[in-house]
Nanobody, 120 residues
Framework: QVQLVESGGGLVQPGGSLRLSCAAS????????MGWYRQAPGKQRELVAA???????NYADSVKGRFTISRDNAKNTVYLQMNSLKPEDTAVYYC??????????????WGQGTQVTVSS
């Protein structure tokens, strides 16, 4: 079983920055994909950014140029650097990971979520 633990959320003023972290632990053999999603009240969960084992990245159009996703493979950790935050970035941010366990079965896990609030 693989667990994801997020940290780094909080309250920030418009134009400010936050850095989210997500650490994976458990029976991990390899991680192919790690991503950040967010869900605002009354809205569906949406992809914010994703990073693959080879380093390729994807971003939602709404965050391109402002957010940067990165990962530390040795620590099984993914980061989301969020700059120039806007009130519309307010949401619960979730981490997701996909890979192979030490039993060589595929796993897909979600974190518990961390609240990001952008407000003056």
């Amino acid at each position: 079983q693989v667990q994801l633990v997020e940290s780094g959320g909080g309250l920030v003023q418009p134009g400010g920055s936050l850095r989210l972290s997500c650490a994976a632990s458990g029976s991990i053999f390899s991680i192919n994909y790690m991503g950040w999603y967010r869900q605002a009240p009354g809205k569906q969960r949406e992809l914010v950014a994703a990073i693959f084992s080879g380093g390729n990245t994807n971003y939602a159009d709404s965050v391109k140029g402002r957010f940067t996703i990165s990962r530390d493979n040795a620590k099984n950790t993914v980061y989301l650097q969020m700059n120039s935050l806007k009130p519309e970035d307010t949401a619960v941010y979730y981490c997701n990971a996909d890979g192979r366990s030490t039993f060589l079965t595929r796993f897909g896990s979600w974190g518990q979520g961390t609240q990001v609030t952008v407000s003056s």
